[in-house]
């Protein structure tokens, strides 16, 4: 089973296609990103005219192509592992929730690394899904959760009408153990990954939280603390270095590179989790301690609590 997707204001003609490229290229976009409903014929036209405007093509599934056909045809980065579930280990006539075999996986891996594809390891994305599916109890628990402070009221808004806890039948928890094999053999393999976390769009994921979720997840799935911690630094890193030409380097701590550094107490690759509680964080040469960055957490927690009650007042509420 899927989970939700969000294609809106796709482009329906070769025409619409390329007239995006053109905007996105002029509003300084550097990547064009793909979602599952485009047209064969839309995204024919509009990976031609990215590669023609110098721009990376990126993203999901696209149903009516599929992603084999995708990524020959230059498609750089898969933007979730568990789009490989709904496309390329679908195969004609096989049931629509079979997980596919061992031998399905092992040239699915192979081809990727030929290829040089990019995966997002979102792995505590789907999890996240799987365990609010039909449960609106625990959807209920996100929203309490402490680091739910920190969301902006359009996004509560949006968690409490999420419709993974709605959802009857059969849960995904099956797709969720196969996620993690999959991406440990991707890992195993040398295709590149890199984080992703889609918060806060996905109910439970709280930006920046849940990045530290994803690595606990990626370690627990059989990755070593530096390849899960590659997937956030030195793989983006190198992913721009070989599709955006003249980008500033970023992602290793060498001469040269942007600097953007986390300070812990402690060895991250010892424990992930140190990282939880950083001693401060480098942005672009610019230094915030920890105390600056507890500030910036609070006066954000306080004015969101200040927009829900000028909200509330608005419309009457006690």
Do not use: C
Not at 108 to 117: C, F, I, K, N
Not at 255 to 269: C, E, F, K, Q, T
Not at 280 to 304: I, N
């Amino acid at each position: 089973t899927k989970p939700e997707s969000k294609d809106d204001d796709n482009p329906e003609t070769p025409e619409q296609a390329r007239a995006v490229v053109g905007i996105a290229k002029t509003n300084g976009y550097r990547f064009i990103k793909v979602y599952n409903d485009l047209g064969a014929d839309a995204f024919a036209a509009l990976v031609r005219e990215a590669h023609e405007q110098g721009l990376p093509v990126v993203g999901h599934g696209v149903t009516s192509v599929g992603l084999k056909n995708q990524i020959d045809a230059g498609q750089s980065l898969v933007a979730h592992a568990e789009e490989f579930l709904y496309t390329v280990f679908r195969e004609p006539g096989s049931a629509s929730d079979a997980l596919p075999s061992a031998a399905q996986v092992k040239r699915t891996v192979a081809w990727l690394r030929q290829q040089g594809t990019y995966v997002t390891a979102d792995l505590n994305t789907y999890a996240t899904i799987a365990a609010q599916w039909g449960k609106p109890d625990v959807l209920a628990s996100y929203l309490d959760a402490p680091q739910a402070r920190f969301l902006a009221p359009e996004q509560r808004m949006e968690w409490q009408n999420s419709g993974y806890s709605k959802r009857t039948g059969p849960g995904i928890d099956a797709n969720r153990r196969f996620l993690a094999g999959f991406i440990r053999a991707l890992d195993d393999a040398g295709v590149p990954l890199v984080m992703g976390t889609d918060a806060p769009s996905i109910p439970g994921l709280v930006p920046g939280f849940a990045v530290h979720d994803n690595l606990r997840a990626l370690h627990d799935a059989g990755l070593t603390r530096y390849e899960a911690l590659s997937t956030a630094t030195r793989q983006p890193g190198a992913f721009f270095r070989q599709f955006v030409p003249g980008a500033e380097p970023f992602g290793t701590v060498e001469a040269g590179s942007r600097a953007d550094l986390v300070l812990s107490a402690g060895n991250p690759l010892k424990d992930l989790s140190h990282l939880r509680q950083p001693q401060g964080v480098m942005v672009s040469g610019r230094w915030y301690p920890a105390d600056e960055l507890r500030a910036m957490h609070e006066a954000l927690a306080q004015d969101y609590a200040r927009s829900v009650r000028v909200s509330g007042e608005a419309g009457g509420a006690p």
